[in-house]
């Protein structure tokens, strides 16, 4: 019989076998360091090649680092303040601890200015919100569905590390070569305090959740909510309350329960799910694991009927009025 024994826990496989790991953090393996942050970047190593989009505060570049193809946003140095310092600080911190296959992918940064950027894995189809309002692309139902569970997938790992993204919308959401969906910009994401409930508002009307609008304490039923306005987009293919100013449109959330029509065509359990995501009452919203059960299980009534194989059920173009 041994004495002391470690204490331990198992873990088990898909085969049903377990695997005992020791508890003991005198047992980990070290690993060795060379004292740096092995996600600064070494500018000799990073080019920068043509410009993409150019925001108020920042510019975002394609470029090389290492001799991959990277995405590389660059702080105008005319521009910083602390506000926006805090923001590029906290959009590091989130970035460099999170890995996930739809999650746009961190590389590194520089913190030293005037050269303050961000460098994370080039997608190169853009962004979902480009694809549908300025190249007016559609999604066929079966695609629609994978790109809604990517979102969802990304989101859940997300909320399973206590991270609220905050500002989820179209334009955040970024397509790579194979079509595969990811979430993107961190800027104004934050972990969600021990409390569960955090204030002040932030993000973007068009999406923002009316909790959020009203600076009421909100969790991370928030980003539900533009998850819900996301999948209406996806369905419409139309910009989220487009006839009114953002302001407007904020107003009619939070004072008249206002939401964008939902196509007469669409899958009355996709109409059910966005309804659900959408409530005016946070705790009545899904969290991101049951919406992934019900778009696996629409997904295997769907099945891929009707889906280009061609173009892999994305449509380049569509006609006014028909989605």
Known sequence: MRSKEQP???????????????????????????????????????????RVASGSSGD?????????????????????????????????????????????????????????????????????YNFLHKQ???????????????????????????IIHRDLKTANLLMDEHGAVKVGDFGVARVQAQTGVMTAETGTYRWMAPEVIEHRPYDHKADVFSFGIVLWELLSGEIPYAHLTPLQAAIGVVQQDLRPRIPEHAHPKLVELVEKCWQQDPTQRPDFSEILDILKRLTKEVGHDGEDKSIGGFLPARKKGHH
């Not at 047992?27 to 920068?48: A, F, H, M, S």
């Not at 890995?99 to 940064?109: C, L, P, T």
């Open 136 to 162: 007016k692309g559609a999604f066929k139902l079966p695609t629609l569905l994978k790109v809604a569970a990517d979102v969802s997938k990304g989101m859940n790992y997300l909320h399973q590390n206590n």
């Open 60 to 128: 975002l570049y394609k470029g090389t680092y290492c001799c991959q193809e990277v995405a590389i946003k660059v702080l105008k140095p005319e521009q910083l303040n602390m506000d926006i310092l805090k923001e590029f600080s906290q959009e590091v911190f989130i970035m460099r601890k999170i890995r996930h296959k739809n999650v746009v992918q961190f590389i590194g940064a520089c913190r030293q200015p005037p050269n303050l950027c961000i460098v994370t894995e080039f997608m190169s189809r853009g962004s979902i």
């Open 8 to 50: 331990r826990h198992s873990l088990v496989a898909k085969n049903g076998q377990r695997q005992t790991i020791s508890e003991s953090v005198s047992n980990c393996v070290k690993i060795p360091t060379d004292g740096t942050d092995d996600w600064e970047i070494d500018l000799r190593l990073l080019k920068l090649e043509n």
